[in-house]
Every structure is written in C-alpha cells, then in structure tokens.
C-alpha cells in the first residue's frame, strides 16, 4: 500500500527521467562538421581555462653509496713449533 507522498515522488522521478529521454538530441556534430562563418572559414570553440601553473620537476639524487664492508679478516695457522722448551702443535691464530 503506497502512501500518497510516496506515490508522487516516483511519479515525479518517472516523469523526469521521460522527460530526459525526450529531450536528448538525436545526432551529435562536431565543431569542424557544423556550419561555418562565412564562406569556407571554420572557427573552432574558444576554451577559456586558467593559466597552467609551474610546477617544478621532482629533484632527482644519486643513490646513496653502496656500503662497502671490508671481508673478515682470514684466520693464519700456525704450525707445530717448539715455544719456551714446550711443544706447541698446529693451531689457527
């Protein structure tokens, strides 16, 4: 059961979509396929438009430096060797 305000709120939607529907032009041209001024004088649309606004570039920077680490120093062995009058064996320094 449909109230009378909610009965004339979807006729006026209905009405106005119809009435779009009517009103909507049945070819489109463009500029330069309308009429011309004069004779063989084409004049395209004037745009009128803010003045573009500079923008700088974004700033470009080199990489930072790879960080360069040194390899852990190698480890020497040392042979077997007598120290002091004690035998020493092999081992890594």
Partial sequence: MLTSK?????????GLA???????????HAWWRGPGIGIGLWVPPVVVA????YVPPP???APPPVAY???PPQRLWV???WQGGYWVPGHWA
């Fill in 79 to 81: 042979p077997p060797h």
């Fill in 50 to 53: 803010p003045a573009p606004v």
């Fill in 18 to 28: 119809a009435l779009g529907v009517a009103a909507m032009p049945g070819q489109a």
């Fill in 6 to 14: 909610r009965l004339g709120a979807i006729s006026a939607i209905a």
């Fill in 69 to 71: 680490y040194a390899p």
């Fill in 59 to 61: 700033a470009y920077y």
